[in-house]
């Protein structure tokens, strides 16, 4: 397999990833939020056991297999929950960009832990980021602090629920890197969330019915698997065989390439200062990343020059 072509397959897994809030929403609304989240992650957990098995755990760090395990688990269901409890297709799409709040949180994370020396511009990157959720709290109108507030009070459990899980896959981010030993026992994760999304639903619902589902519904509940398990997949083989510097720089437009793919699915249009606040957030994790990685990035950049 050929760089580019390993490098475009790990670029489907950011486009593959960032269909997943317009398909989750598009599901909830038709069998609501709890069927929805727990047959996304059922069907994926099958797949991902036909695709990678279960590794052998006892080759995975201890330590790094229990923290990462409760951590990913609780992002998950903070992630999914966030999009499937929103109001409206639209809110379902401005609460996905808290959630992408996670790569400037992560490299915060990464400081807090001394991984990475402490950079001015990271704060600056942070508030651009949180400036550009603000301004999506906005509307169309002039700024003012009561409309944000008054926005995010609408629904402040999905609101919650997403920044906690922005928060937390910035630290799984980080027992990742610093714990993993390049471990990455996803199919046992998603086994994990299944096996605590379906006592959830037994303990607090009972044997769950089957609703009627139609095709539409149907086939979009298997889309959202598919591309939850086969992103990961994809992103496996674009960060192993391809440029792993064009990759991480795509990927931090992800709340682009989500906002748009979401608009098409669940056929919301959305208002120039959602756009705005949507690229202040790209613009702040890059700005983020750019700081704390501009030696590494120099370096690549006279590299590909020389090619």
Not at 16 to 25: A, E, P, R
Not at 171 to 182: A, E, W
Not at 260 to 285: C, D, K, R
């Amino acid at each position: 397999m050929s760089k580019n072509l390993a490098t475009l397959i790990g670029f489907s897994a950011i486009l593959q990833w960032s269909s997943i809030i317009g398909l989750l929403k598009k599901i909830s609304f038709s069998i609501g939020p709890d069927l929805a989240v727990l047959f996304m992650y059922t069907l994926s957990a099958i797949i991902l056991l036909l695709l990678f098995k279960i590794p052998n755990l006892k080759l995975v760090p201890r330590q790094f297999l229990i923290y990462a395990t409760i951590l990913f688990v609780i992002y998950e269901l903070c992630f999914s929950y966030a999009i499937a409890l929103a109001q409206t297709a639209q809110q379902a799409i401005e609460i996905s960009l808290v959630n992408y709040l996670w790569p400037s949180l992560t490299i915060a994370a990464l400081i807090l832990f001394k991984e990475l020396k402490f950079n001015f511009f990271v704060i600056i990157g942070l508030a651009i980021s949180l400036g550009g959720i603000i301004l999506i709290q906005t509307g169309n109108g002039s700024f003012n602090w009561s409309t944000v507030f008054t926005n995010i009070q609408s629904n402040p459990l999905s609101y919650f629920l997403a920044f906690m899980g922005a928060s937390l896959w910035s630290l799984y981010c980080v027992i990742t890197r610093k714990y993993s030993h390049g471990h990455n026992p996803i199919s046992f994760f998603f086994v994990v969330i299944t096996i605590v999304l379906w006592l959830k639903m037994l303990i607090f619902h009972g044997i769950p019915q089957m609703p009627a589902v139609d095709l539409h519904t149907g086939m979009y509940m298997l889309i959202v698997s598919i591309v939850t398990a086969l992103g990961y997949a994809a992103w496996n083989v674009g960060i192993i065989k391809g440029n792993i510097t064009i990759l991480v720089t795509l990927s931090y437009f992800s709340p682009i390439f989500s906002s748009v793919i979401s608009m098409f699915i669940l056929q919301t249009p959305l208002s120039l200062s959602f756009w705005h606040g949507a690229i202040l957030v790209t613009l702040g994790s890059l700005v983020c990343w750019i700081s704390t990685s501009w030696p590494q990035i120099k370096a690549k950049l006279i590299q590909l020059r020389h090619e």
